[in-house]
């Protein structure tokens, strides 16, 4: 659970967030909303605990567990660990499993008296992680990474070697294994296919613990969570619903805002008209005069602030010199790294005019038979050609 109260975030001398109030309680499934640059990012950082508020209080109770949108990877403890090893870790089990590893690598070169110690420890270790449900949870393990597209392949990596896409996705997985009473989550469907994005609102719906996330993914947001937080001008607005309620309550808010705002600016017309017609007259009139003025400076204070609509960009792109029938062709492509085949016997065929999404799992090959394409790497066989006048863009 979390608990906020007067809190206001900063990034300089920009205040991003001023005096929220709000609490996360188990069971709650919230989205963060707001524009780039609002400061959603930086309110999650300060709820996990990383980053410092300017002002107010946040009572936290229970394990958090924070996914950050940067696929940096935090300080490790063991730069050395596989990715399973890193999921693994964010229960105690984890711990259990390391100095298994641990004493099962230092009994190989052991010698006599040393090594039968070591197997004695190793044998302690295994009975440990065995009481503690560790080979079960290894394989919940192995599932929830599978989940959101981390292979047994790639588990048995170091996790200091893969791509920040994979490095991700593991520290997703490690989060969702945490078995955690609140879940702070910054772009999860980020690097994620579409089979991975479903089982994640699966999960996320069956979550039984506080969620807060923010996501541009609608869906997510539709199916995931029962409340919405909007972040607009540094104030948080609390709106009960799906992503698609909030909508049109916001927009039902600010056309309500924006009739007591057209009420306000009426009658401090109306107060100042009669205000002028007034003074200049007896003391009496010029008494009530001043009174009807201090009245219509007393609303102006507190005018109600509508909002502004978000604004809107048109773009018109240049249009391109045609080019033949066939801009693009790609023949008998295959590609590989190392021992791993990425794929084999590849033909591509793009007409003129025409859009193809190319899909498929994490890792399947998509990112680099577009780079091939694009002439960025070449194929190990097979060739690309362009067609009269194409002209790439990548």
Same mark, same amino acid.
């Given at each position: 659970?979390?608990?906020?109260?007067?809190?206001?975030?900063?990034?300089?001398?920009?205040?991003?967030?001023?005096?929220a109030?709000?609490?996360?309680h188990?069971?709650?499934?919230?989205?963060?909303?707001?524009?780039?640059?609002?400061?959603?990012?930086?309110?999650?950082?300060?709820?996990?605990?990383?980053a410092?508020?300017?002002?107010?209080?946040?009572?936290?109770?229970?394990?958090i567990?924070?996914?950050?949108?940067?696929?940096?990877?935090?300080?490790?403890?063991?730069?050395?660990d596989?990715?399973l090893?890193?999921?693994?870790?964010?229960?105690?089990?984890?711990?259990?499993?390391?100095?298994?590893?641990?004493?099962?690598?230092?009994?190989?070169?052991?010698?006599?008296?040393?090594?039968?110690?070591?197997?004695r420890?190793?044998?302690? /270790? +295994? *009975?440990?992680?065995?009481?503690?449900?560790? &080979?079960?949870? #290894?394989? @919940? $393990? =192995? %599932?929830?990474?599978?989940?959101v597209?981390?292979?047994?392949?790639?588990?048995?990596?170091?996790?200091?070697?893969?791509?920040?896409?994979?490095?991700?996705?593991?520290?997703?997985?490690?989060?969702?294994?945490?078995?955690?009473?609140v879940?702070?989550?910054?772009?999860?469907?980020?690097h994620?296919d579409?089979?991975?994005?479903?089982?994640?609102?699966?999960?996320?719906?069956?979550?039984?613990?506080?969620?807060?996330?923010?996501?541009?993914?609608l869906?997510?947001?539709?199916?995931?969570?029962?409340?919405?937080?909007?972040?607009?001008?540094?104030? /948080? +607005? *609390?709106?009960?619903?799906?992503?698609?309620? &909030?909508?049109? #309550?916001? @927009? $039902? =808010? %600010?056309?309500?805002?924006?009739?007591?705002?057209?009420?306000?600016?009426?009658?401090?017309?109306?107060?100042?008209d009669?205000?002028?017609?007034?003074?200049?007259?007896?003391?009496?009139?010029?008494?009530?005069?001043?009174?009807?003025?201090?009245r219509a400076?007393?609303?102006?204070?507190?005018?109600?602030?509508?909002?502004?609509?978000?604004?809107?960009?048109?773009?018109?792109?240049?249009?391109p010199?045609?080019?033949?029938?066939?801009?693009?062709?790609?023949?008998?492509?295959?590609?590989?790294?190392?021992?791993?085949?990425?794929?084999?016997?590849?033909?591509?065929?793009?007409?003129?005019?025409?859009?193809?999404?190319?899909?498929?799992?994490n890792?399947?090959?998509?990112?680099?038979?577009?780079?091939?394409?694009?002439?960025?790497?070449p194929?190990?066989?097979?060739e690309?050609?362009?067609g009269?006048?194409?002209?790439?863009?990548?």
């Amino acid at each position: 659970m979390i608990v906020v109260k007067d809190l206001t975030v900063g990034a300089g001398i920009r205040t991003l967030v001023s005096e929220a109030s709000f609490a996360l309680h188990p069971g709650d499934k919230v989205g963060l909303v707001g524009k780039n640059g609002a400061g959603k990012t930086t309110l999650l950082r300060t709820l996990a605990g990383i980053a410092s508020p300017a002002e107010g209080t946040i009572a936290r109770s229970g394990r958090i567990g924070y996914l950050s949108q940067e696929a940096a990877l935090p300080v490790l403890d063991h730069p050395a660990d596989t990715a399973l090893e890193r999921v693994l870790a964010a229960r105690e089990i984890g711990a259990v499993q390391h100095r298994m590893e641990e004493t099962r690598r230092k009994m190989e070169f052991a010698p006599g008296d040393e090594r039968d110690r070591l197997i004695r420890r190793f044998a302690r /270790l +295994e *009975a440990e992680f065995e009481a503690r449900g560790g &080979y079960r949870a #290894e394989a @919940e $393990a =192995r %599932r929830v990474a599978a989940s959101v597209g981390i292979g047994n392949d790639e588990l048995a990596r170091a996790i200091t070697a893969m791509s920040g896409g994979q490095r991700r996705r593991v520290e997703l997985a490690r989060i969702l294994f945490a078995e955690t009473e609140v879940l702070l989550l910054d772009e999860p469907t980020n690097h994620l296919d579409l089979d991975a994005k479903q089982w994640l609102m699966r999960f996320l719906a069956d979550y039984a613990g506080a969620l807060l996330v923010v996501s541009h993914d609608l869906p997510l947001l539709d199916e995931a969570i029962t409340s919405v937080l909007a972040l607009e001008d540094g104030a /948080l +607005e *609390a709106y009960r619903g799906s992503y698609s309620h &909030y909508l049109e #309550e916001r @927009e $039902a =808010r %600010r056309q309500q805002r924006a009739r007591e705002r057209k009420h306000q600016e009426a009658r401090i017309a109306a107060l100042e008209d009669t205000a002028r017609r007034f003074m200049g007259k007896t003391q009496k009139m010029a008494r009530r005069a001043k009174s009807m003025q201090t009245r219509a400076d007393r609303i102006k204070a507190h005018l109600v602030d509508v909002g502004v609509r978000g604004k809107s960009v048109v773009v018109r792109f240049p249009a391109p010199v045609p080019s033949g029938r066939i801009p693009l062709e790609g023949t008998g492509l295959a590609k590989a790294f190392g021992d791993t085949v990425v794929f084999v016997d590849v033909d591509v065929h793009v007409e003129r005019g025409e859009c193809v999404v190319v899909m498929g799992l994490n890792g399947a090959g998509k990112t680099t038979l577009l780079r091939i394409l694009a002439g960025v790497e070449p194929p190990d066989l097979g060739e690309v050609a362009f067609g009269l006048r194409a002209s790439l863009g990548y």
